[in-house]
């Protein structure tokens, strides 16, 4: 039987717990070879043990697969290159980056510390460019338009609906779709695809938030729908060489569901013959604008602000 995976060298990050785990046990059933990092933190980025990053890897090769493992914190750009440099080492190649690792640090924007925004800012965005650069570099020198090489990271409805409570995390993950397009658009020459996903799953991470601001989708349900098992099928979907077709694009997964985000698109614009009259600008806004605006969709975070 042919797996969708095979002979595939995948790094994942974030891989010792919840969705990145998930994804490393079907890309390693689907024939991956995987290099799979993990601090080992705490949900908000503290602490560290090797030991989650080990176990899956060990569980990997138990079953029959190929994994090593890593323990470093993947913001530190050190470790992204070094999970680069295991990856040929060890495999001779690398054909997919999946950038899983992150944290919160959950406060209203009027109590959040320095400290807080900082830690989120750098897990996400500096983790993500931390394996993505090595990577980069290498398929670049490859000199393949048809490399199938991948790059997937995780952003959040968080950030694509605006969270009211996760200040820095939303602007983290709005930063890296913004990074996905960047490299998209950079690396389509080099035979490189890159897409982010926001998922929907019930982890430890989902876990911290309290049940009555946790979306609908966050509570636990009652059969396994919540299960991180079910964003894997779609990261494997995507890791495929069958998913050329598809890159600079934002994808939700949550229980058996899988959603197409669009890209934000100008949807009307106005203009002057020289700079503008506050006046004026303020009368064609409200005429162009306005009606556009409220008829826009709106967040599924507004139920939770007060009117
Ligand atoms: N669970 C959800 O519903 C949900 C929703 C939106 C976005 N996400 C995103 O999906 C990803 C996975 O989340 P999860 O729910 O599986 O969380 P999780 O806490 O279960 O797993 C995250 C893993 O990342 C590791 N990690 C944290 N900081 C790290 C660092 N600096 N270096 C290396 N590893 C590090 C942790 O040790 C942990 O094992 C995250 O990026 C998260 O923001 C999750």
Same mark, same amino acid.
């Given at each position: 039987?042919?797996?969708?995976?095979?002979?595939?060298?995948?790094?994942?990050?974030?891989?010792?717990?919840? $969705?990145?785990?998930?994804?490393?046990?079907?890309?390693?059933?689907?024939?991956?070879?995987?290099?799979?990092? *993990?601090? %080992?933190?705490?949900?908000?980025?503290?602490?560290?043990?090797?030991?989650?990053?080990? *176990?899956?890897?060990?569980?990997?090769?138990? %079953? @029959?697969?190929?994994?090593?493992?890593? @323990?470093?914190?993947?913001?530190?750009?050190?470790? @992204? !290159? #070094?999970?680069?440099?295991?990856?040929?080492?060890?495999? %001779? !190649?690398?054909?997919?980056?999946?950038?899983?690792?992150?944290?919160? #640090?959950?406060?209203? $924007?009027?109590?959040?510390?320095?400290? *807080?925004?900082?830690?989120?800012?750098?897990?996400?965005? #500096?983790?993500?460019?931390?394996?993505?650069?090595?990577?980069?570099?290498?398929?670049?020198?490859?000199?393949?338009?048809? %490399?199938?090489?991948?790059? $997937?990271?995780?952003?959040?409805?968080?950030?694509?609906?605006?969270?009211?409570?996760?200040?820095?995390?939303?602007?983290? !993950?709005?930063?890296?779709?913004?990074?996905?397009?960047?490299?998209?658009?950079?690396?389509?020459?080099?035979?490189?695809?890159?897409?982010?996903?926001?998922?929907?799953?019930?982890?430890?991470?989902?876990?911290?938030?309290?049940?009555?601001?946790?979306?609908?989708?966050?509570?636990?349900?009652?059969?396994?729908?919540?299960?991180?098992?079910?964003?894997?099928?779609?990261?494997?979907?995507?890791?495929?060489?069958?998913? *050329?077709?598809?890159? @600079?694009?934002?994808?939700?997964?949550?229980?058996? +569901?899988?959603?197409?985000?669009?890209?934000?698109?100008? #949807?009307?614009?106005?203009?002057?013959?020289?700079?503008?009259?506050?006046?004026?600008?303020?009368? &064609?806004?409200? !005429?162009?604008?306005?009606?556009?605006?409220? +008829?826009?969709?709106?967040? $599924?975070?507004?139920? &939770?602000?007060?009117?």
């Amino acid at each position: 039987m042919s797996r969708t995976l095979d002979g595939r060298v995948v790094i994942v990050t974030g891989a010792g717990r919840g $969705i990145g785990a998930s994804i490393s046990r079907l890309f390693a059933q689907q024939g991956a070879k995987l290099v799979v990092n *993990d601090l %080992g933190a705490g949900p908000d980025g503290t602490g560290g043990d090797d030991g989650p990053a080990r *176990d899956i890897a060990d569980e990997i090769v138990r %079953g @029959g697969a190929e994994a090593v493992s890593d @323990g470093g914190d993947i913001a530190d750009t050190a470790t @992204g !290159k #070094r999970l680069v440099d295991l990856a040929l080492d060890t495999y %001779g !190649k690398l054909d997919v980056v999946v950038n899983v690792a992150g944290i919160l #640090r959950d406060k209203m $924007i009027f109590n959040l510390d320095d400290e *807080d925004w900082d830690a989120v800012i750098r897990v996400h965005l #500096r983790g993500h460019f931390s394996t993505i650069k090595p990577a980069a570099a290498y398929w670049r020198q490859q000199r393949n338009p048809d %490399g199938h090489f991948r790059i $997937i990271n995780f952003t959040s409805d968080s950030a694509l609906q605006g969270s009211p409570g996760q200040p820095n995390y939303a602007a983290a !993950k709005m930063g890296i779709i913004g990074l996905t397009a960047s490299v998209a658009n950079a690396l389509g020459r080099y035979g490189v695809t890159a897409n982010a996903i926001a998922p929907g799953a019930a982890t430890r991470l989902t876990a911290t938030i309290p049940q009555e601001k946790r979306l609908s989708g966050d509570r636990p349900a009652e059969d396994d729908s919540r299960s991180p098992d079910n964003i894997a099928p779609l990261v494997s979907y995507l890791a495929s060489e069958a998913s *050329d077709w598809i890159s @600079g694009r934002t994808l939700g997964a949550a229980g058996y +569901g899988v959603t197409l985000w669009n890209n934000p698109e100008v #949807r009307a614009s106005i203009s002057s013959d020289g700079p503008w009259d506050l006046e004026d600008l303020g009368q &064609q806004m409200e !005429k162009e604008f306005r009606p556009l605006a409220e +008829g826009l969709h709106p967040s $599924i975070f507004m139920r &939770q602000v007060p009117k």
